[in-house]
């Protein structure tokens, strides 16, 4: 299993940018594709964005795609959610999660999730 960390939330203005990172220890990285999801109060969690264990392929949710930008260092670990233009309706709790593939975040139950970081725009 993969343990990850979630960090880089904070209150920005709307039209702001804001850089998440992801960081994962346990098992190897670069065997996972990549996910960040998000939740807003009384919202079920939805993906935002996923990337491929090679960084080759990506998906981006209708609601982001043209702001968001999903990255991934093997070498670190880590992998990044790039915000920008930031909205309001932005306004959650940030999780990542790993799977088998960006279709399998996309479309089936992810078993563990880090601790989350929130992520408030002020209009």
């Known amino acids: 299993q993969v343990q990850l960390v979630e960090s880089g939330g904070g209150l920005v203005q709307a039209g702001g940018s804001l850089r998440l990172s992801c960081t994962a220890s346990?098992?190897?990285?670069?065997?996972?594709?990549m996910g960040w999801f998000r939740q807003a109060p009384g919202k079920e969690r939805d993906i935002v964005a996923a990337?491929?264990?090679?960084?080759?392929?990506?998906y981006y949710s209708d609601s982001v795609k043209g702001r968001f930008t999903i990255s991934r260092d093997n070498a670190k670990n880590t992998v990044y959610l790039q915000m920008n233009s930031l909205e309001p309706e932005d306004t959650a709790v940030y999780y990542c999660?790993?799977?088998?593939?960006?279709?399998?975040?996309?479309?089936?139950?992810?078993?563990?999730w880090g601790q989350g970081t929130q992520v408030t725009v002020s209009s």
């Open positions: 990337i491929s264990w090679s960084g080759r392929i990506t």
């Open positions: 346990g098992r190897t990285f670069s065997n996972y594709a």
């Open positions: 999660a790993a799977g088998a593939s960006t279709v399998a975040l996309k479309t089936t139950p992810v078993n563990s």
